[in-house]
């Protein structure tokens, strides 16, 4: 029986470290069932979307979406797994999103169609997308990408309400063909999440015995307190990498160890606790009817954890120290 597994994501769940894995190890993974198509430029499977949504260029595929859409189908022919992955698949905003019953017009030589989807506690993944997001552009002030994110239950277009992301991919996918892994638990697993991907996929392999890549994390976020002082001191500018990591190392004199930053304020992440608690049990309840031993992760904050609250004087201080040993070390 021909099977497709459409990993969506989400985003920030190691679908980098996922990708680039299983494109390094497409003979091994072939050998064991498992094909990964080799569709163009880049590991992941972006320019499938591309179809519906714009994306750079470099994921545009050899002769467009259709050709790719066209080389998948044709592999229904083959035994094995076919494992396609991009989280884009899962993007909420701007409308239009992916087509999914279009989506699965395009996978239907397939005698099975599974989607394989990772979620996350909100409480870490608003604070990664902001993250990620101020790699490349100038963020908006944290306070307001927070109260939009809340308001709209989309962080920088992604879902934060997985009721409203069940709702869509329920648009053209039976109960039983969407699969929920929670992330944390996955991560606390043999082989973490990379493992629990090659278990959904049927296969005995593990990340041991696979070849690493990125020593075995991509697209690692930053450090928040640190990424969020150099998005202060850089604006109206994107903070340049040097500036992070000059920046990272002054929150750590103010660490113990095993003490991680946040960029949420106290208040801040209560609000966001108690936003989404009753949509999360809403959501659980959903999931268990037909998946019983569905668990998901609730934001919880590390019982150690160093605020934004918590930043004051000699913190700046410091970090213009730093900024000026720099400066005077640098070549005229």
């Known amino acids: 029986m021909a099977r497709v597994i459409l990993h969506i994501g989400t985003h920030k769940t190691a679908t980098t470290t996922i990708q680039n894995t299983f494109a390094a190890n497409r003979a091994l993974l072939a050998r064991h069932g498992v094909i990964y198509p ?22 545009e595929l050899p002769g467009g979406a259709a050709a790719g859409w ?4 044709a592999l229904a022919r083959k035994s094995g797994v076919v494992f396609l992955s ?3 698949f899962s ?25 394989l989807c990772t979620l996350r506690d909100q409480l870490s993944y608003l604070q990664s997308i902001y993250l990620e997001v101020s790699k490349k552009h100038v963020p908006p002030p944290w306070p307001t990408f927070l109260a939009n994110s809340l308001a709209s239950g989309f962080g920088a277009g992604l879902f934060l309400d997985f009721n409203a992301l069940d709702d869509f991919l329920r648009g053209a996918f039976a109960r039983d063909e969407i699969k929920y892994l929670d992330f944390a638990s996955s991560q606390a697993r043999p082989g973490g999440i990379l493992g629990e991907v090659l278990r959904q996929a049927g296969t005995q392999l593990t990340p041991g015995d696979l070849t690493a890549v990125d020593n075995g994390a991509a697209n690692v976020s930053p450090d928040p307190l640190a990424a969020w002082a150099a998005n202060q001191i850089a604006a109206p500018y994107p903070a340049p990498p040097d500036l992070v990591s000059l920046a990272s ?3 750590r004199e103010e660490l113990e160890q095993g003490v991680r930053t946040t960029i949420y304020t106290r208040a801040e992440e ?3 606790l108690g936003h989404f608690a009753p949509l999360n049990a809403r959501f659980v309840e959903r999931i268990t009817q037909t998946a019983p031993d569905f668990r998901l992760t609730m934001p919880s904050p590390p019982r150690k954890r160093l605020y934004r609250d918590d930043v004051g004087p000699a913190f700046w201080i410091r970090m213009a120290r730093r900024l000026h040993a720099r400066d005077r070390l640098a070549p005229a």
């Open 270 to 272: 209560a609000r966001l």
């Open 70 to 73: 066209a080389r998948v189908g």
């Open 91 to 115: 993007r909420g905003q701007p409308l239009p999103r992916v087509d999914l019953r279009e989506l699965r017009r395009h996978l239907a030589p397939f005698d099975r169609i599974e989607v």
């Open 38 to 59: 080799d569709l163009g430029r880049v590991a992941g499977h972006h320019g499938l979307v591309m179809q519906w949504l714009p994306l750079p260029s470099v994921y």
């Open 249 to 251: 190392a002054t929150p």
């Open 86 to 88: 991009s989280e884009e």
